[in-house]
């Protein structure tokens, strides 16, 4: 029996099941379940990224989410829908890694697959019925791009992102990581050994910087209040505080724009990867909207990368799941240079939003060199730079930020604002 080239390409992988992303807006929330049933039925692992109802929502959130999934290796595919699948391809194309195509018809499909690669379906249910958009995902799951002058376009889209991001690849040798600490420290040293304090941050923009933070093992409930207090007068961007209290200080912070972030494999990191999943979903479940995630130091020190990917992996997929904010922890004052790039490249390998200095549990907290080394080594995946242990003063945030935090974190958030707000008032 003959068949045509395409009919081919669905053959190759028709019998396969893969772990797919799946997301919607709430235009697109009806068709978004249909296909979840559908797909599980024929054995595809299938992680629903929302939305989960009608209710308003914005969909470059989700879409965003379901093409890091993607990116990440974590799915094999995604699939999102909106009204008309536009907008979505559009978000999904701005994560490096991510193919998207709008598709409408099962030639569409095709096409996309086998001469573009798409990694991510786009579907407007305004545009398609149930069983049209059963078929186009078929069509889309089935089909491979293996025609030689294809995957070389393909190739030159990819290199695209390359440019765009300065990453050549993600899967380095330890020679690769080496020359890359060297290259950092060398621009580190080609300027003043410390930035001068020459950056104004006034009082209504610091305060966007601050997690204010309370993670002492002996913290009462009154001390959270007195947080949550506090962070809700200043107009602090979050509280950070340990798991247990995740619940309290969600509602205390009920109907305020302050989020809450909990620590995760805090201090230590010596836990297993399971059990800080299990530890994130759970601080996510009862209200926490960023994650700061220790990693496993002793495992980064004895260069088993692959326990330290798949330590962060975990908590930045549970984090994608509920839409939060992952930051990983190297715990710097125990690692040497090669350490803290080879630790920043597998957060920026593991898809996490931020890498963070320290817990200030340690023997040492933030530094200004080991935050311009993490900031120079994130920049081309634009990852934040949380400075974190031993910030204590306004001029310590300024210097945090001159070398490229993004995030500054303190349990002296208080009186650096005071400190910032009687400068400002002395210089007018």
């Known amino acids: 029996m003959l068949f045509s080239r ?12 893969f772990p797919l992303a799946l997301g919607a807006d709430h235009g697109g929330f009806e068709l978004k379940e249909q296909l979840k049933t559908y797909l599980r039925e024929k054995g595809h692992d299938v992680r629903d990224l929302g939305t989960h109802s009608k209710d308003p929502v914005d ?7 379901v093409a890091e999934l993607v990116a990440s290796g974590a799915a094999r595919f995604g699939i999102m829908v909106d009204g008309a699948g536009i907008g979505s391809a559009m978000t999904a194309n701005k994560v490096p890694g991510v193919l998207a195509a709008a598709v409408y018809t099962e030639t569409l499909a095709r096409n996309s697959r086998e001469h573009n690669d798409a990694n991510v379906l786009t579907l407007g249910a305004g545009q398609v019925d149930v069983e049209t958009a059963k078929r186009i995902v078929d069509v889309f799951l089935t089909t491979e791009c293996t025609v030689d002058r294809h995957r070389a376009r393909v190739k030159m889209i990819r290199e695209l992102d390359k440019e765009g991001s300065g990453v050549t690849g993600m899967d380095l040798s330890s020679g690769d990581i080496a020359r890359i600490t060297d290259r950092v420290r060398q621009l580190l040293q080609q300027g003043a050994p410390a930035p001068p304090v020459t950056s104004v941050l006034p009082p209504d923009k610091l305060v966007k910087l601050i997690d204010h933070t309370l993670l002492k093992p002996e913290a009462t409930a009154e001390d959270i209040e007195k947080l949550c207090k506090e962070a ?3 107009g602090f961007y979050s509280v950070c505080v340990n798991p247990t209290w995740v619940a309290k200080a969600k509602s205390l912070l009920r109907g305020t724009p302050v989020k809450v972030c909990a620590v995760v494999g805090f201090p230590l990191g010596a836990q297993s990867p399971d059990i800080k999943m299990l530890e994130a979903r759970r601080a996510l479940r009862e209200g926490a909207q960023e994650i700061d995630m220790v990693i496993n130091i002793g495992a980064l020190k004895s260069k088993d990368d692959k326990l330290v990917s798949r330590d962060i992996r975990g908590v930045v997929e ?10 990983v922890i190297l715990e710097t004052a125990l690692l040497n240079d090669e350490e803290k790039v080879r630790g920043c490249l597998l957060a920026m390998k593991a898809g996490a939003n931020f890498v963070k200095t320290s817990t200030g549990f340690s023997k040492a907290g933030a530094t200004v060199e080991d935050v311009a080394l993490m900031a120079r080594t994130v920049a081309p995946r634009r990852l934040g730079v949380k400075a974190a242990g031993g910030v204590r003063t306004y001029a310590d945030v300024r210097r945090m930020v001159e070398a490229g935090a993004t995030r500054v974190g303190s349990s002296n958030s208080v009186s650096i604002v005071e400190e910032a707000k009687q400068m400002a008032a002395g210089k007018r």
């Open 59 to 65: 969909y470059p959130k989700i879409a965003k989410a």
């Open 232 to 234: 809700s007068q200043y």
């Open 318 to 327: 549970v984090c994608i799941d509920s839409h939060a904010v992952s930051k």
């Open 6 to 17: 395409a009919r081919r390409f669905e053959i190759v992988a028709s019998n396969q099941t």
